[in-house]
């Protein structure tokens, strides 16, 4: 069965700084994943996915994520943060021939001035 | 597309109240998701159709609690009677097996509150 890992569960980074969040899935053959984000009193929108190919992906806002197979890890990365991305980030896990996907615990992101 | 509909968006109930929320797929959809957020649990998949046939219903945490799929453009979630810990926001998703890899569109949400 898949799992998922979002080791950090709050992270503040200064606007204009990096941002890398990480994530950890567990699955046995190459799985589809996703990052999705979740701004206050919304639901959640999809920033980018990955499944085969390259394996750095390009996705909305200015995020991207690196797929690495040794590591089992799909982090998620942007160059320089804007106070409007603070928001909580899901990472989440699928399986081909399975449209459900396994969901992490989140990573709530804050942004200082 | 006016992507997965929800409503309502609040609710407000007094507990051992009927509750009901209503999800709307993508038209086109063959999968739909209900899940349940909370600040303890996190985003719980509570139950899913596929084709409005439920799937796995493994997440649905009591038997106050019921889902139905009519049709392919419709859905509900049924809490009776309702609980304070029942209080939550409700999302409900939806995929195709013919669209892009797995991935769920999700709707707006229904933030429930039982007193």
């Known amino acids: 069965a898949q799992s998922v890992t979002q080791p950090d569960i709050h992270i503040t980074v200064s606007e204009g700084a990096s941002l890398e969040l990480r994530c950890n899935y567990s699955?046995?053959?190459?799985?589809?994943l996703f990052w999705y984000v979740q701004s206050p009193g919304q639901g959640l929108q999809l920033l980018l996915k990955?499944?085969?190919?390259?394996?750095l992906v390009q996705g909305i806002k200015g995020f991207e994520a690196e797929f690495k197979r040794s590591q089992s890890s799909f982090n998620l990365r942007k160059p320089s943060v804007h106070w409007s991305d603070a928001a909580e980030y899901f990472c989440a896990v699928g399986a081909t021939g399975f449209q459900k996907l396994v969901f992490g615990t989140g990573t709530r992101l804050l942004v200082s001035p | 597309d006016a992507g997965v509909i929800q409503s309502p968006r609040h609710e407000v109930t007094e507990m051992g109240q009927e509750v009901t929320l209503r999800c709307k797929p993508i038209?086109?959809?063959?999968?739909l998701f209900w899940y349940r957020q909370t600040m303890m649990r996190g985003l719980e998949l509570l139950i899913y159709f596929n084709n409005n046939v439920p799937i796995d219903d493994s997440g649905m945490p009591e038997d106050r609690f019921s889902a139905k799929m009519p049709n392919a453009s419709f859905s509900t979630l049924k809490i009776q009677p309702s609980e304070p810990r029942d209080s939550a926001v409700y999302f409900c998703?939806?995929?195709?097996?013919?669209?892009?890899?797995?991935?769920?569109?999700f709707g707006p949400g229904t933030r429930l509150t039982v007193l």
């Open positions: 038209s086109g959809h063959d999968y």
């Open positions: 699955y046995g053959a190459t799985p589809y």
């Open positions: 990955y499944f085969s190919g390259d394996t």
């Open positions: 998703a939806s995929s195709s097996t013919s669209g892009s890899w797995n991935e769920q569109f």
